[in-house]
């Protein structure tokens, strides 16, 4: 019996080497589960919890405004021109005819040469017209004799009233006939009906010509017609009697005045056609060369700037770029009044601006700037 009491002991070893496994495998768990616990905290604490090195960080520094460099303008009084292009023409140009058939008996101008008005271009052989005229004369010396014997004879109580009616008919168809010969016997010389040159001359001696044929061209270029056409945002500037220089393509330069502006349209165009009258007594400009009309049509205030400095903005307008008294960036629409070889006035500004002439691409309109006089780098 004494053997089995110490086998108990022994047998029961075992079991409590086991159950102390099992507690500190527990242990161990209960251990790690804190540790990421604390970890998770620990990178959590960062977003909930800002630490004191993200508050003092320094803010990001501010762009700086664009450097452009403005240059003052101040608005001046200014003529403002209108300009068109235009073609000479004569003041008179017109077709001689010959009135009467006829041949041509002797023709005595030639063609480029100035006559007066009145001038005999051309007779034509008056044979026919002589018999003619004899021929109605002697008829009217007739018919007179009968109306003279008419009324003797009404006076004696002979002749009724109704033979000096028809005696006195037939009078007076023979003075039309009398008339008429004559008429055609002036017809026969072929005259200039105004002063003017000789542009064409279809005429020869012995050749036979019809009534009512073209015989001749004559042209009058004192003074030179210069026609133009205006627009019609256009019309209400050119004023009849306004003074104008003409500028011929020949090179030569006349002052001429504004005689006739329409006032109908041309249906193709839309434009209207306005007259200027230029002399030319001496007849050195020919008709129908081109010629630059500048008419002053007032006067207006306006500024002098590059063209260089004009842009758009984005509705697409014409305009300048300027800066106000807060350094801030303004757009004006403009309008070109007058343009010069070095530059080109312009209205819409104010009376003085500070007009940006370097960098106005780089900038828009409401942004804040540096301005400074000069160029800027």
Do not use: C
């Not at 409590?16 to 998770?40: C, H, M, P, Q, Y």
């Not at 007594?281 to 590059?306: C, K, M, N, W, Y």
């Not at 009044?337 to 006035?345: M, R, S, T, Y």
Request: no cysteine.
């Amino acid at each position: 019996m004494s053997k089995d009491t110490g086998a108990t002991p022994t047998d029961g070893a075992p079991n409590t080497l086991e159950f102390e496994d099992d507690k500190g495998a527990s242990r161990s768990t209960w251990i790690a589960g804190a540790l990421v616990i604390a970890i998770v905290a620990w990178m959590g604490s960062g977003f909930i919890f800002p630490s004191a090195e993200d508050e003092q960080a320094p803010a990001r520094e501010d762009v700086k405004p664009v450097s452009v460099a403005v240059s003052s303008s101040t608005a001046e009084t200014v003529t403002q021109f209108y300009r068109a292009e235009g073609q000479a023409l004569p003041d008179r140009d017109t077709m001689m005819r010959a009135e009467t058939s006829g041949d041509v008996m002797e023709v005595l101008v030639r063609k480029g040469q100035d006559v007066e008005a009145g001038a005999i271009i051309a007779r034509l052989d008056p044979t026919n017209n002589k018999a003619d005229l004899n021929r109605a004369q002697e008829e009217l010396a007739r018919a007179q004799r009968e109306f003279d014997n008419a009324e003797q004879l009404l006076d004696r109580g002979v002749a009724t009233a109704d033979r000096v009616a028809q005696a006195r008919a037939a009078l007076a168809s023979a003075q039309a006939q009398v008339t008429a010969a004559e008429q055609a016997a002036e017809a026969l010389t072929i005259t200039a009906p105004f002063a003017g040159r000789i542009e064409t001359l279809d005429l020869d001696e012995g050749e036979f010509v019809s009534a009512g044929a073209n015989v001749g061209r004559l042209v009058d270029i004192t003074p030179l017609t210069v026609a133009i056409q205006v627009p019609q945002q256009s019309l209400t500037r050119i004023k009849k009697g306004q003074p104008a220089t003409v500028r011929f393509i020949t090179g030569e330069e006349r002052e001429g005045t504004v005689v006739f502006v329409g006032t109908s349209a041309a249906a193709e165009t839309r434009t209207f056609l306005a007259e200027v009258e230029v002399s030319n007594e001496d007849r050195a400009i020919p008709a129908g060369i081109s010629a630059q009309v500048v008419i002053p049509t007032g006067e207006t205030t306006a500024h002098f700037l590059s063209p260089s400095i004009v842009s758009l903005n984005t509705a697409g307008a014409l305009g300048v770029k300027t800066v106000n008294e807060d350094d801030v960036v303004e757009f004006f629409p403009i309008e070109v009044v007058k343009a010069q070889i070095d530059g080109i006035w312009v209205t819409g500004l104010p009376e003085k601006a500070d007009v940006i002439t370097v960098g106005q691409g780089f900038v828009d309109e409401g942004e804040t700037v540096a301005p400074s006089a000069g160029e800027t780098n």
